[in-house]
C-alpha cells in the first residue's frame, strides 16, 4: 500500500509540474562573467590595499592571500587601509606590523575552527 501511494505521488508530482527549459535555471553568460570580473577587480584592489600596508615588512602577501577567502581577504585590507589612513586606530611603530599579521592569522584561523 505505501509503494503504490508512494508512486501515485510521483506520477501526481510529474504531471502537474509546468517543465522548465534550461535556460530559466542557469544565469545568464553574460551575468557571469560580470560578477567574475567584478570579484576578480576586487580581490585585486584588497591585495594593493595590503601591500601597501605591509610594505617593509617581511610578510609575504601572496602567500598570506591565497589562505584568505575573498571576504576575510576584504575584511582584512579594510582593515588596513583604516590603520593607513588613522594611524590612531592602531599603534604606531614597529608593534604595527606583528599586530597586523596577528589579525590576518587570526581571522583566517576562525574559519579552521567550524
Do not use: N
Not at 8 to 34: C, D, I, K, M, N
Not at 55 to 72: I, K, Y
Amino acid at each position: 500500500m505505501k509503494r503504490f501511494i508512494a508512486m501515485a505521488a510521483v506520477v501526481s508530482f510529474g504531471l502537474y509540474t509546468t517543465p522548465l527549459t534550461a535556460q530559466e535555471h542557469l544565469v545568464s553568460p553574460e551575468l557571469l562573467r560580470g560578477r567574475l570580473s567584478e570579484a576578480t577587480e576586487q580581490r585585486a584592489e584588497d591585495l594593493a590595499a595590503l601591500a601597501l600596508t605591509l610594505s617593509g615588512s617581511h610578510v609575504d602577501v601572496d602567500v598570506l592571500a591565497a589562505t584568505l577567502t575573498d571576504a576575510e581577504l576584504h575584511d582584512v585590507a579594510q582593515r588596513a587601509a583604516r590603520l593607513q589612513a588613522d594611524p590612531r586606530a592602531g599603534t604606531s611603530g614597529w608593534i604595527k606590523w606583528p599586530l597586523i599579521v596577528f589579525a590576518v592569522v587570526g581571522v583566517s584561523c576562525d574559519t579552521c575552527i567550524d
